[in-house]
């Protein structure tokens, strides 16, 4: 199994348009800019990275190629998603897909500018998670009651996302969920938490309800990822130590997957060439 206190760290994305992408990071979803170059932009709150974008002028879209389905900011409280909700509808909420009630967690959806899927959500309190008779985690998605969230939040000021917000989850694309859930079920170790009839899986450590999801809703049978496709660049897996890192990197190569240890952070692709770099708390 994989370390059990494995999460998210930050994605980065290939994007045609960096200035647009970087103020809608900054202005829309509330991150700060921690680090900025001609050709980069990193993006977070005071205590992490958690996007990273990188301009690609000769890039194409292919929304079936496997890639971002969205990327899932958790905040800290119901409290700091009603806050943030209400300054995102003050904006003019653009890019505005929906909401959902997940039992779990409840979530906001909507996309960048470039099309990548945005997810921003609190998680209920573990103690109020609801297992089935055979332990299986309960989870749905049902209607979520918007003015009652937005009357929760404490203030009509917002200059930044909760300073506590990580990366809770990402979600892919995938062309087929079979390979997704041989490599990331019974290669990389994570459990399998729920799918949906071979069109969706969702895999985690140590009891969350996911830290990765896969769907073939848009890229079933599509073209792997690459490197001129925008989009999904690559995404963190954080262990705990290198200790557990290791026992992870030693496994992939017992099973022949290649792992590129040229650099300083291992790297390793997927089935359908999404590139994960493998970090540790202290690196990323």
Not at 4 to 12: I, M, S
Not at 110 to 120: A, K, S
Request: proline share 4%; charged share 20%; aromatic share 8%.
């Amino acid at each position: 199994m994989i370390d059990k206190q494995a999460t998210l760290g930050a994605v980065n994305l290939k994007v045609a348009d960096l200035n647009k992408m970087t103020a809608f990071y900054k202005d829309v979803i509330g991150l700060q800019l921690l680090e900025s170059t001609a050709e980069t932009a990193t993006l977070g709150t005071p205590n992490r990275p958690l996007v990273r974008l990188r301009h690609n002028p000769n890039g194409r879209f292919s929304r079936r190629a496997s890639g971002l389905f969205h990327i899932a900011l958790r905040v800290s409280s119901r409290a700091a998603l009603a806050q943030w909700l209400r300054a995102f509808a003050e904006a003019g909420a653009p890019g505005w897909q929906g909401a959902s009630d997940h039992l779990v967690s409840e979530a906001l959806y909507l996309n960048d500018p470039e099309g990548n899927g945005i997810e921003v959500y609190y998680d209920r309190p573990r103690t109020q998670w609801q297992y089935g008779s055979e332990g299986e985690l309960q989870m749905a998605t049902l209607p979520l009651d918007l003015e009652a969230l937005v009357g929760e939040a404490e203030s009509d000021e917002f200059a930044s996302i909760d300073p506590e917000t990580e990366m809770g989850h990402v979600h892919l694309r995938v062309s087929d969920i079979h390979p997704a859930q041989d490599f990331y079920v019974d290669l990389l170790g994570f459990d399998l938490m729920a799918g949906m009839s071979g069109s969706a899986l969702f895999v985690a450590a140590g009891g969350y309800h996911h830290h990765l999801g896969m769907n073939v809703w848009q890229s079933k049978g599509g073209e792997n990822n690459s490197a001129d496709i925008y989009g999904l660049d690559q995404f963190e897996i954080c262990f705990e130590s290198a200790e557990s890192r290791q026992q992870t990197i030693d496994r992939l190569m017992a099973h022949n997957h290649h792992v590129d240890q040229s650099g300083e952070i291992p790297l390793v692709h997927d089935p359908f060439q999404n590139t994960i770099a493998l970090t540790t708390s202290g690196t990323g």
